[in-house]
């Protein structure tokens, strides 16, 4: 059974950083990565990383925030830095099923998905 679990919300000023962390445990796809839903907006994507290490972006991350991989662990970061009110969202952790590729083009069929963590930025 495979479980993904996200830490490392929180809440910062405009212009902070934050570090969020995610374990992916069972049997996962190539790919891995990290979705928000601002309040009120739908889920978007923000970031994924294949098991090569490359990484795609979405616009939304606007060269502020780098996604990055343990292997060794079945964990992924991103690092958000120069964060704006904007940015506050619940983040969740997304990991792609087996012979899927949905995920690694950030799509959402049959992804595994965390329960989130929350980043919330002051202005």
């Known amino acids: 059974q495979v479980q993904v679990v996200e830490s490392g919300g929180g809440s910062v000023e405009a212009g902070g950083s934050l570090r969020l962390s995610c374990v992916a445990s069972?049997?996962?796809?190539?790919?891995m990565g990290w979705f928000r839903r601002v309040a009120g907006k739908e889920r978007e994507g923000v970031a994924v990383?294949?098991?090569?290490?490359?990484?795609t972006y979405t616009e939304v991350a606007k060269g502020r925030f780098t996604i990055s991989k343990d292997n060794a662990q079945n964990t992924i970061y991103l690092q958000m830095n120069s964060l704006k009110p904007e940015d506050t969202a619940m983040y969740y952790c997304?990991?792609?099923?087996?012979?899927?590729?949905?995920?690694?083009?950030?799509?959402?069929?049959?992804?595994?998905w965390g329960q989130g963590t929350q980043v919330t930025v002051s202005s």
């Open positions: 997304a990991a792609e099923r087996p012979y899927f590729s949905d995920l690694c083009s950030m799509g959402e069929r049959g992804n595994f």
């Open positions: 069972g049997y996962i796809g190539k790919c």
């Open positions: 990383i294949d098991d090569a290490g490359i990484a």
